[in-house]
């Protein structure tokens, strides 16, 4: 049997509210409007019929009353039950009228007429007749019976609703057959003329705009309404889109060509950049690293040089050797500070060196810095004199390392440009300054390198202080060089507060100048004093004690062994951190000084292993001996175990000043920091190694530094706070957190810590908290921090 297909026009009709959305919902309105209109007219219709049907009831009733009542009274008192029962058909006979029943105590059942009353009465409402008898002798009146009279409510609500019906269809029949006409109207009036339009615009969208707008079949008036008035904007929208993608074709073109030049500009640009800041950064991590190999293998053999010097000053030796051995000792000493000269190079580039003052005799220096060059000069055949004027002041306080190396550089350039005649140092005083309450006594000195040589044209003097630059090319290729060193040495001079400068005459000589003020030492000599008195400032212990020495250089492990037995200690050594453990594992040690870079097993990892595994050594005091000593790694040192961190080249001073640190509170610190109170601001072990690894100068320099950096960061994450940035807001509580870190203000940098936290999860409240508790902690953790330098340093 074939399957039943539907109708196309069922199916047209089905698919009508897809197709004419518009058109449904207008006749589902109009056919919802017309149904409830039609049933509000069917019940008020209703209604009206029910109450004519009550008053009709209700006649009739009173028709029963005032007709039938009496001839029941006369029946009843005769006792005719024929009569009786010809009344009450008469009654049953009325319209609606159900059943009539009658009670009497004339005869022994009541009389019912018509059909059997329904259970419960239901539909049938009973209305009772009392039929009372005043007998002619005047007695009272007699009650004959009740006579009740039940109407057929069924039949009268069967009437109602069928009237009702009957209404309502016909006016919903009436209803559907106008919105359908109204529909097809509709439809060919308006509905498909909007279908039209909407296909047009989708064409436009689609940019066809080959053909204009046209209604097909649609009636003509004689004047255009508001179909016509909508078809001629789409048609003058598609002139005008014709237009303007004419216009834009043509801008497009000359876009794409200056876009392909500007491209290929920009190709070549970026490639350009590209490879100047790979060659940059790759540049930057070789100083780096250079920096960094400079530190540690320069250190290592001048830690050797250096401690076998201390060693041998320790014997007997004459005046002649002595001379020779302290010229040796300050040759070492002023290597080491070219080396911290070097490492500092980069800050010096970045504007953050900071000289390391001291206390020095300034002819000691004079004479220690000329009598390094005087074989060089004796090699070219030319003189080399220094003179100092009476008045200056020789106890000075300034950075000798810093003075050294000017004054180096500037002989070593006057020797190589001359070839006959001599160079000349000489020191004179410009002024004197009275000491203030905080200010102590200053001299203004004037430093200057005569020579006789080549040299230099006026139109060059502004440009050797540049890097990289020399008067002539030929003067590179003749006298060789680099042009870094007068660079190096201005910008010294700067960070010193002076000032430099040249006077020349071309194939007559130079003479390089530069003006330092410096403070006088005498000035100073109740600070040194008081430094000199403070406890622990040179403490040898008064006590032998049990060494281990952890180190796996030779040259090192003498120096140390004789340096450490000469002062009466016992001393043990390990060559690599294996022998180490083993040795820390079954003996006991007052102290053990571990070298950082070990092969195999690394000096962290040794202080780590120790301290975790128990034994007798758990809590022995552990020191660093290492040439790593930026602050960064002193921190690591510490958080591994380590109580201090004494720097290489070996001083015994700084050695044993350490020592008594760590015996005065020799408990170690645990690998993992414990939680940090709202009272704790500052690490003060990692500071105090600080002190000792880096030196006074440097520390200073740190701190100010970390200031200058709190102040910028906090005001920017104000305003990336305000701005709602927690990315930017993350980035720099990161940096600032870390800074924090490195100087040991653990407080500060556990809020930062939560901050960065919070920015990363955009927890704004949490943020203004952290914010908030910043503005107090910032202040704070600074005075602590310099309170500490008072403290330790003077």
Sequence with gaps: MDQFKPSPYVTKAFNYKQEHPLAYRILKSFLLFGVALSLVSATAQVYLDYLKERSSLESRLSLIESAYVDGLKKSLWDMDQEQVHLQLQGILNFPDIHTVSLATDFWPEDIVLGEPLPAGDQGAEAVKFHIGYAPPTGESDRLLGVLTVYNDQKAIRLRLASSALEIFTSQTLLILIIGLTLLVIFHFQVTRHLESMARYTRRIEAGLLDQPLELV?????????????????????????????????????????????????????????????????????????????????????????????ELLGRSALTEDQRHKLDTICGSGEALLEILNGLLDYARLEEGAFSPQVSEFSLSELVESTCHLFFAQAEERGISLERAIDGEVVDTCYASVGGLRQILSNLIANAIRFTEEGGVSVRVRQLGLSDAGEENPAKQALRFEVQDTGIGIPESHRERIFERFTQADESITRRYGGTGLGLAITRKLVLAMGGTIGVDSTEGEGSCFWFEIPMAIGGALAIAADQVADKPGADPRPNATLRILLVEDMPINQQVSIGLLSDDGHDVELATDGLQALELAGVESYDLILLDVHLPGLSGIEVAKRIRSNPGANRHTPIIALTASVQPQEVRLYLESGMNGVVPKPLKMSVLYESIAQCLDGAVAPAPVEPPVDAETLLDADLFKAHISALGEQRLRTLVSVFQKNSEEHYEQLRQRIEQADFYEVAELAHRLAGDADTLGAKAMARVLRAMEQDAGQELADSVAVNFDRLRQLIPDSLAELERQLKMQIG
């Design 217 to 309: 079949s649609k009636w003509r008036y004689e004047s255009p309404d508001e179909l016509d008035e909508v078809v001629s904007a789409l048609n003058d929208m598609r002139l005008a889109i014709i237009e303007e993608n004419r216009r834009r074709d043509e801008a497009e073109e000359a876009l794409v060509y200056n876009r392909d030049q500007l491209k290929e500009l920009v190709h070549r640009r970026t490639q350009s950049l590209l490879s100047a800041k790979d060659a940059a950064e790759s540049a930057n991590r070789a100083k780096s690293q250079f920096l960094a190999t400079m530190s540690h293998e320069i250190r290592t053999p001048l830690n050797g040089i250096l401690g076998m010097v």
